[in-house]
T-cell receptor
Framework: NAGVTQTPKFQVLKTGQSMTLQCAQD?????MSWYRQDPGMGLRLIHY???????DQGEVPNGYNVSRSTTEDFPLRLLSAAPSQTSVYFC?????????????FGNGTRLTVT | DQQVKQNSPSLSVQEGRISILNCDYT??????FLWYKKYPAEGPTFLIS?????DKNEDGRFTVFLNKSAKHLSLHIVPSQPGDSAVYFC??????????FGKGTHLIIQP
């Protein structure tokens, strides 16, 4: 069972570069989301999607774009990387945003921006 | 302003004893609470949850208690085992926009 798969696991970018963090789930989950984890800050919601074609902003959306063209995939794009975006990024999914099913997380992408 | 607070960054407990992790919240609209466990270099994994209409939920060695009037929940682990050493996140749901997480408590089980 693959669950939630994130690629790459590690990435180093220079300030101003762009990149896409990939996230795929094979559980046919409607709800997908992106979080970032910073030391002493817990996990903060960046963007989320309640279904294909629908996305919305979370707590810390600035500097990030998302799209949801299929149920399975939810990529996160950094448009112009900044050192403040150095973090560990987690993608998560659940069957539906209104039921009580828990979020399933990927293993994260560790991003360093120099 | 932090809506979910875990005021103890770390907690050390002897193997075999009870571990109690605490969490406070401020948003009365939260209707569902969860605990996640996280090992280094892995994503958080779901541990146990509780609906706001209940005050206790038990699953094996893990029990979550909810005190709505105090806006407080706690996770009890009995007995504590070495594999329980991890970071524990309290999370709360108040709508479609996902979970709000606390900053986490690093639990260390001493042999």
């Amino acid at each position: 069972n693959a669950g939630v798969t994130q690629t790459p696991k590690f990435q180093v970018l220079k300030t101003g570069q762009s990149m896409t963090l990939q996230c795929a789930q094979d559980m046919n989950h409607e709800y997908m989301s992106w979080y970032r984890q910073d030391p002493g800050m817990g996990l903060r919601l960046i963007h989320y999607s309640v279904g294909a074609g629908i996305t919305d902003q979370g707590e810390v959306p600035n500097g990030y774009n998302v799209s949801r063209s299929t149920t399975e995939d939810f990529p996160l794009r950094l448009l112009s990387a900044a050192p403040s975006q150095t973090s560990v990024y987690f993608c998560a999914s659940s069957s539906h945003y209104l039921d009580n099913s828990p979020l399933h997380f990927g293993n994260g992408t560790r991003l360093t921006v120099t | 302003d932090q809506q979910v607070k875990q005021n103890s960054p770390s907690l050390s407990v002897q193997e075999g004893r009870i571990s109690i992790l605490n969490c406070d919240y401020t948003n009365s609209m939260f209707d569902y609470f969860l605990w996640y466990k996280k090992y280094p270099a892995e994503g958080p994994t779901f541990l146990i949850s509780i609906s706001s209409i209940k005050d206790k939920n038990e699953d094996g060695r893990f029990t979550v208690f909810l005190n709505k009037s105090a806006k407080h929940l706690s996770l009890h682990i009995v007995p504590s085992q070495p594999g329980d050493s991890a970071v524990y996140f309290c999370a709360a749901r108040g709508g479609a926009d996902g979970l709000t997480f606390g900053k986490g408590t690093h639990l260390i089980i001493q042999p």
